[in-house]
């Protein structure tokens, strides 16, 4: 199913299958992760929200060395990586954790407009994701929305432009993306730009450095869809549904 276009219809509509998605997200991980990790749909979860998925192992230290088998790198079209100087440059930031005091190693966001039609939602955003990266917490995120004038080059751009000099920016023909950080002893990236009518391909979340499973965007957003009352779905994607 290709991505659609959900700047037809308003917050509260596009609210509804953004809570659906991440459900079903979380069902999907349900049978992905390994034992010892489970996954949380929360609410404003690590300053995101609403309904952020958080990824949780019930161990607070890293496996030792060779416990865990690695995957070679995803390969998705695009790549890049900070400099290693990007965990020297440490801030003030609020530690997370989850309530159960189980360690949130991931968190799964699925952008709402709210997170970019504002400039003080932007900065939050952005913020967050900044914070969670320097606590060395992986992030997925997939953004349905253009940038606009806050983010013109995308929420990638926006996150990284302040350690890399040329962070990855979106060409006009590919406003859409979603895009992995896996964090080592620098941040790497995996992004995939996505345009509305393109199928929507799955990414990693990263569970420790080189470890990751696969996420299947495409099969939960079409289960989301599904959800989704048809006098909407007519709105969004009237060639679908046989509108005149």
Known sequence: MPMHDWTKVDAGIYHGFHHSWIEEIHRALLKLLPEDYYSLAEQHAAGFGPDVLTLTRDEIEFPAEGVLATKARPKT???QETPTEFYLRKQKAVVIHHVSGDRVVAVIEVVSPGNKNTTHGLRSFVRK???LLLRKV???IVDPFPGGSRAPFGLHAAIIEEFQDDPLALPPESPLCAFSYECDD???TYLEPLAVGEPIPDMPVFLWPGMYIDVPLEKT?????EAVPRRWQKVIAPQENGAK
């Open 77 to 79: 079209k695009w790549y």
């Open 129 to 131: 994701a900044r914070e």
């Open 138 to 140: 992986h992030l997925l």
């Open 186 to 188: 620098c941040v790497r």
């Open 221 to 225: 957003y079409m289960a989301a869809w």
